[in-house]
Structures are given as structure tokens and as C-alpha cells.
């Protein structure tokens, strides 16, 4: 079934995934899928980030320096590390799903913050040791100190009909460092749109605002975005404190 | 002066001169990330190891292009690196995601961007390397210690400039420091790391951006107060 599947996409010459089928029409090369998923993630680009005092959690960083585990990679389609993740399939134009949506393909995620004792953890080139990210020894003074993951109660993934072949979602959150006992929040709200409407040319669009660290990227069908990088604007960890920024991208869905 | 006044304005002197020092540092970064943003931008080129300014081809790649990997690979060689087709690479290894295409193999080792000079309307392509001067032993990276850069600048002439700097001479000229950012393994400012950190109540906002605004508030309060009082 999937040989004969794959054959009709190859035949057709559009773009496939294996198990997903995808709108098609004679004479016309409508390239909007059924499935359109979506994956928004924010990711710290660096190995790793200074941890400053915090005066109530964790005393032995407030007189010696510590870090926080980043997430240890660079824009790409594929990256499995990052600190908050959230993932929807949209399906805008098959009547058959009313509610616009994948049941059971929304989620918000977060991995897991870790901080270290500087001095033990980095290596020579300057990222954390094996033997510090395998340490599971905590509340001490040496190698992985703590580890805490971030609620997710402000994360927040939301659909509605934009037409009747468009579909909208808004995702949005406020995610904290769970480690110290206050920290600048990762936001963003963003509205994005998956507008089949056009048969021959599908679009979205993407609008909202968020803050101005770390990075964030998404996947919309196909396509990989990279939405936002602190890094050539020279932010840093601080402009976690500032206000958020508004961002607005469009492009051909495919 | 009376007793009160005099308190006020010592107490805010006290916290005006702990506050100093770090928002010196703070002023410092901030003026320098100013002054680059007037002069410079950068535009990362995240999909290839390719770029073409001009007519003239830079290309990083690395002997593992070819071959099965899972994505937690990561192999310990040189990378290469040629401009129109010569071969200017170091020798020094670095640690390669063979698995990915485009940024993330280099991540935190080569970056390849475009750079433009604002005032001068200049274009060029610069590659940026980590380079440690580590070996390989035995299949494994030979790690030696201390921190080098090596930044490639490439112009629309196909002119190459090589600059290579340790981490203390990162910020002069100031764009050097934007492409460390690219190549150091932690988050890393232009003349200390002092706003490189994930912020926390007490730092950097109750110390020193609370301490030295109400320590100033403190003197002008108790100088204000003096003045008025002796009308």
C-alpha cells in the first residue's frame, strides 16, 4: 500500500512524506497537504550560560560561579534539543476533520534545566564533560548540581477557524528558568495561519510577538524557519528581561 | 545638615559605589553592541557551507559527507575550507555533526556569514573557526589548552584577510567579537560576560540595576532635602 502510494506521489511529481497523503487535483499542482504540522521550539544556541547569584536556592552558586546547560545547537530542521517545544497538526482543509486539527497532535513540551558548578564541568574547549552531563549526584558542590523542569501551564496551543479553508492557531506561553527562585521569563504569542483558500498557491502566515532570547525556529509542513537569532544582534541571556519584540513572516505553505 | 539627611545620602553613596563597577561593565557592553549595530551586520548563512559573493565560492566541508549517521554523531578532523577552489584550511581539529547539513554541523567551531560594513557599503563573506590547535591521537581529539579564532574575510574582489585573535583581543575590531559568539562554547559578551547570564531577581535586577538607581535616588533625595531645609 505505501509502494503504491509513493508511486502516485512520484508519478504526480509532488513532494511526499511516507504515510502522508496529500490533496490533490487533476490538471492543477495543488500542493497543500492534508497534514500540516507545525513545531515551534525556543533552543539556547550555546553549550552553555552563566548562572548568576540568586540568593535563596542554591548557596554554593551565590559565591561561586555556575552555569545552566544550553541547548547546544544551531538552526535546523532536525534539532532535538531545545527548552520549549509545542506541536500541532493542522489539517485546514479536509472537511472530514471539522475541528481543523490532528486530536492528540497538540503539545507542549519543555526539557529538563540543568545547572552546574563551573569550575568541575567545563572541559579544555570550553564545553560541558561527559562526565558532568552523565552525573547524577545533585545538591552538591561539584559537577551537575540541580536539575528542574519548567511547568507548562502557561503554554498555551489554541485553533480556531480563520475560513473555511484556513485554519489559525495561536501559540503562546511564559516559561521560567524552574531552577533559581525568579528568573526571566522565554516568551511569545504567535499567530499562525495555514490558508489553503488558493488552491494552487497555499500560504501562511505568522504574526505575534516574542522575546529577544533565546532563538526560535518552526516547522510549517515541509518548510523550516528560522524565525529569530539573538546572536547577530549581539543579545544575550539579559534581553530575557526585555520586552517582546513583534515578528511577522509569510510565505508559500508546501 | 541634620543626622537623617546625612544617613540618607552616605546609604546611598554606599550603594551608588557597590552598584558602579558592574554597571559600568553593563554601559560598556551596551555601548559596544550599539556601536556595532551602527557599523556592521551580519547575516549567517544556516543552510550551506556554501557561499557565492561576486562570482567567487567559499566552501567548508569535511572529509564525512558521505556515509550513515545518527543524529548524537560527532567526529573529531579538520574541516576544509577553500575559497575559488584554493585551500586555505587549518589544520586544527574540530568537532563535526556529520549527520547534519548547514549550521549545525559546525555548531560552536566554523561559522560562515555574511558581513556588511554599513559606512562603506562593503560586502564580504566572512568564515569564522575555532581553533584550539588540537590533534588527533589515536583517532581522538588531542585537546590543548587556550582559545584561538581564526576569521576569513572575503570581499567582493575575492580578496582574502586573515585575522587570527585569542579570546582577550575579541572585541577590536568590534565584528570579531559578533562571530565568537558563533564559535565560543558559552554565551560570551565583548569585554566581559557580564550580561551573558540567564537573569535572576537578584542579579542583575535588584543588584545593580535597583541598588545603584536607589542609591542615586537616596543622594539626590538627601542633597534635595538639605537644600530646602536650609531656604
Redesign the interface.
Known amino acids: 500500500m505505501r509502494n503504491s502510494l509513493r508511486l502516485l506521489f512520484e508519478t504526480m511529481l509532488i513532494p511526499a512524506i511516507p504515510g502522508e497523503a496529500v490533496i490533490t487535483q487533476p490538471q492543477q499542482q495543488y500542493k497543500l497537504r492534508v497534514n500540516v504540522p507545525i513545531t515551534f521550539s525556543a533552543f539556547?544556541?550555546?553549550?552553555?550560560?552563566?548562572?548568576?547569584?540568586?540568593?535563596?536556592t542554591y548557596a554554593y552558586c551565590d559565591f561561586n560561579p555556575c552555569?545552566?546547560q544550553?541547548d547546544?545547537?544551531?538552526?535546523?530542521p532536525?534539532?532535538?534539543t531545545y527548552r520549549v517545544r509545542q506541536q500541532i497538526t493542522l489539517v485546514p482543509a479536509d472537511p472530514a476533520q471539522p475541528l481543523g486539527f490532528l486530536a492528540g497532535t497538540t503539545a507542549n513540551l519543555v526539557q529538563p534545566s540543568a545547572l552546574y558548578d563551573k569550575l568541575t564541568s567545563?572541559?579544555?574547549?570550553?564545553?560541558l564533560t561527559q562526565e558532568a552531563l552523565a552525573d547524577t549526584v545533585l545538591g552538591d558542590t561539584v559537577l551537575k548540581i540541580a536539575v528542574g523542569t519548567a511547568g507548562t501551564s502557561s503554554m498555551n496551543v489554541a485553533t480556531t477557524r480563520a475560513a473555511p479553508r484556513a485554519m489559525q492557531v495561536e501559540l503562546s506561553g511564559n516559561v521560567t528558568?524552574p531552577i533559581?527562585?525568579?528568573?526571566?521569563n522565554i516568551t511569545w504569542d504567535l499567530t499562525v495561519i495555514a490558508d489553503g483558500t488558493s488552491k494552487s498557491s497555499p500560504i501562511y502566515e505568522i504574526s505575534g510577538k516574542r522575546g529577544e532570547y533565546p532563538a526560535y525556529d518552526m516547522s510549517i509542513g515541509v518548510q523550516y524557519l528560522?524565525l529569530y537569532?539573538p546572536?547577530?544582534?549581539?543579545r544575550?541571556?539579559?534581553s530575557?528581561?526585555a520586552p517582546t519584540e513583534p515578528i511577522s513572516q509569510s510565505g508559500a505553505l508546501q | 545638615m541634620s543626622a537623617a539627611w546625612k544617613n540618607l545620602i552616605a546609604g546611598g553613596v554606599v550603594l551608588v559605589a557597590a552598584s558602579a563597577y558592574p554597571l559600568t561593565l553593563i554601559e560598556r557592553e551596551w555601548r559596544a553592541g550599539a556601536q556595532f549595530a551602527a557599523n556592521f551586520s551580519i547575516q549567517p548563512e544556516y543552510n550551506e557551507n556554501t557561499e557565492e559573493l561576486n562570482g567567487h565560492k567559499i566552501v567548508v566541508t569535511d572529509a564525512f559527507l558521505k556515509g550513515q549517521f545518527k543524529p548524537e554523531d560527532q567526529v573529531s578532523a579538520p574541516v576544509k575550507i577553500f575559497i575559488d577552489g584554493k585551500d586555505v584550511s587549518d589544520p586544527s581539529v574540530v568537532e563535526i555533526r556529520p549527520y547534519y547539513r548547514g549550521a549545525n554541523r559546525y555548531h560552536g567551531w566554523v561559522v560562515m556569514t555574511r558581513l556588511l560594513d554599513k559606512k562603506s557599503g562593503q560586502k564580504c563573506i566572512v568564515v569564522g573557526e575555532r581553533t584550539l590547535g588540537d590533534t588527533l591521537t589515536g583517532g581522538k581529539r588531542a585537546v590543548q589548552p587556550g582559545t584561538e579564532f581564526r576569521l576569513l574575510l572575503v570581499d567582493a574582489n575575492g580578496t582574502t584577510k586573515e585575522e587570527r585573535f585569542s579570546l582577550d583581543e575579541r572585541a577590536s575590531p568590534l565584528y570579531r567579537e559578533i562571530f565568537v559568539r558563533f564559535l565560543y562554547p558559552q554565551s560570551i559578551g565583548f569585554y566581559s560576560s557580564v550580561l551573558d547570564v540567564w537573569p535572576t531577581l537578584i542579579y542583575p535586577i535588584l543588584y545593580p540595576m535597583v541598588t545603584g538607581a536607589g542609591g542615586f535616588l537616596m543622594i539626590a533625595a538627601g542633597v534635595g532635602g538639605r537644600l530646602l531645609r536650609a531656604k
Open positions: 539556547i544556541p550555546d553549550n552553555n550560560i552563566d548562572a548568576p547569584p540568586s540568593f535563596v552555569i545552566y544550553g547546544n545547537r544551531d538552526f535546523t532536525t534539532g532535538t567545563i572541559g579544555l574547549d570550553g564545553n528558568n533559581p527562585f525568579f528568573a526571566c528560522q537569532d546572536r547577530p544582534l549581539g544575550t541571556g539579559f530575557l528581561c
